[in-house]
């Protein structure tokens, strides 16, 4: 089993749909945790960086953190077209430095 | 612009030939990282480097070999050990070794053939 898990997809919505992404994990010692967006044959692009439980909102986007669930979610609000790509969720431990452990990724489909 | 850089974006190369990929920042981070993708695949840490002249072993590192000379710096080269070399790889940085955002370069595509 994975360490992190998280669905392929594709997840298809119209646009102006709320995009619901997630991750669940195994390692109770993740505390720092991040989304980011990347396009076909791109470099990921940071979206949300968390650190433990909780809550983060820039712009449309929200983050969500429930360590007790061992489990992180990213909603997209306001979906665009623009928005259709490949989600990654990593996260990583204190002791472990700064070395991330990564989803293999959801992929999004926004359809106009 | 500050950021990071990687060259060339498209690699092709024979089998049993060395090849270095390039990875430069000027965002005056102290920790580096190089990551491999394969298709349906998430990333994989092949090597990462703390700080300038010092640098370890990632999950996948049979098969490469890197350098940090400069702190700007941190080539990959990827060797004629390497058994399965086609893929993305991608370079990462951030600002210390402490629980910091990674930020990622392009990316760059090597093909083996």
């Known amino acids: 089993q994975k360490e992190v898990e998280q669905d392929p997809g594709p997840l298809s919505v119209p646009e102006g749909a709320i995009v619901s992404l997630n991750c669940t994990y195994s390692n109770s010692a993740f505390q720092y945790f991040m989304w980011y967006r990347q396009y076909s044959r791109k470099g990921p692009e940071l979206l949300m960086y968390t650190y433990s439980s909780g809550n983060k909102e820039d712009g449309r986007f929200t983050a969500q953190v429930d360590k007790s669930s061992k489990y992180i979610s990213l909603f997209i609000r306001d979906s665009q077209p623009s928005d259709s790509a490949t989600y990654l969720c990593?996260?990583?431990?204190?002791?472990?430095?700064?070395?991330?452990?990564f989803g293999g990724g959801t992929r999004v489909l926004v359809k106009p | 612009d500050g950021g990071i850089t990687q060259s060339p974006k498209y690699l092709f190369r024979k089998e049993g030939q060395n090849v270095t990929l390039s990875c430069e920042q000027n965002?005056?981070?102290?920790?580096m990282y190089w990551y491999r993708q394969d298709p349906g695949q998430g990333l994989r840490l092949i090597y990462y480097?703390?700080?300038?002249?010092?640098?370890q072993k990632g999950d996948i590192a049979e098969g490469y070999s890197v350098s940090r000379e400069k702190k700007e710096s941190f080539p990959l080269t990827v060797t004629s050990a390497q058994k399965n070399p086609t893929a993305f790889y991608l370079c990462?940085?951030?600002?210390?070794?402490?629980?910091?955002?990674?930020?990622f370069g392009p990316g760059t595509r090597l093909t083996v053939t």
């Open positions: 990593a996260m990583s431990a204190q002791a472990a430095g700064n070395k991330l452990t």
């Open positions: 990462a940085s951030s600002p210390t070794w402490a629980g910091d955002e990674q930020y």
């Open positions: 480097s703390q700080i300038v002249n010092d640098f």
């Open positions: 965002l005056n981070h102290d920790a």
